[in-house]
């Protein structure tokens, strides 16, 4: 029973991977899995620094979040020449470092509550990106790409709100924004999913910059569901209190 159940499972795995490289060119699927691995290896830098940063072996405070924000703007204006790969590369590690350094502090306190909310955080992260991403490759050709600017309008109609929220300070706007800002960047998960695809199909392989957009999905999102999760822990405690 187990060895036919293990057969049939390789059978499904076989055919999702021959439906992946019928649906597209050979240099597309390269490009998306040196992509994936850079956005992997970008993950790992993130790790290093949140530790550095819990473990106080270097903190670099809110230099961390300028640094995130000069360099990823760097990497917009230092665009790919096909000789800068290693240095770009280097930047983009860097921001994965300082971005980490930023979620040291927030993951220092889930732990003096509750540790394991970082790990349903991951795991959910983990499953959510997963998933949508396979939706996206598996979906008709740009058929996501839509939702670009529908997201656009919701980032920027959530950015009046919080400048809004800063002066009256009301708890339903902050809790909304938290739930629907984990919804807007899983859209910009699908989204930039098929956008990357186009671009390499058009010629754009910045392996670099498309890792970055990525991170930032899962990054943002990540910290909004550790954020989420913290607040119902917080209210349960309180309950038992």
């Known amino acids: ?72 703007l760097g990497l917009h204006l230092y665009m790919d020449d096909g000789k800068n790969y290693r240095t770009r590369l280097s930047m983009l590690y860097a921001v994965g470092f300082c971005s980490g350094q930023t979620l040291g502090p927030l993951l220092s306190y889930i732990i003096s509550i509750n540790p394991a909310i970082i790990v349903t955080a991951l795991t959910g992260i983990l499953v959510i990106f997963l998933s949508l991403s396979l939706a996206a490759l598996l979906a008709e ?10 997201l656009l309008s919701v980032i920027s109609t959530m950015v009046l709100l919080s400048l809004f929220n800063m002066i009256f300070k009301s708890y339903v706007v902050q809790v909304t924004q938290l739930y629907v800002g984990v ?17 390499c199909r058009y010629g754009n392989s910045d392996v670099v910059q498309h890792a970055l957009i990525l991170f930032f999905d899962i990054f943002y999102m990540f910290r909004r569901l550790l954020v989420i999760l913290t607040q119902k822990e917080e209210r349960k405690q309180e309950g038992r209190n």
């Open 141 to 150: 050709q740009g058929k996501y790409l839509y939702l670009g600017g529908m």
């Open 183 to 199: 919804f807007v960047m899983a859209g910009f998960v699908v989204f930039d999913t098929q956008n990357i695809v186009e671009k």
């Open 1 to 72: 029973m187990a060895q036919a159940t293990a057969q049939k499972i390789n059978g499904r795995f076989q055919s999702f991977m021959k439906g992946l490289n019928d649906r597209y060119e050979p240099h597309v699927r390269q490009h998306l899995a040196k992509v994936y691995m850079v956005l992997g290896s970008t993950a790992a830098a993130s790790t290093v620094g949140a530790l550095c940063q819990m473990h106080e072996v270097l903190d670099l405070g809110v230099l961390a979040a300028l640094a995130t924000l000069v360099l990823a």
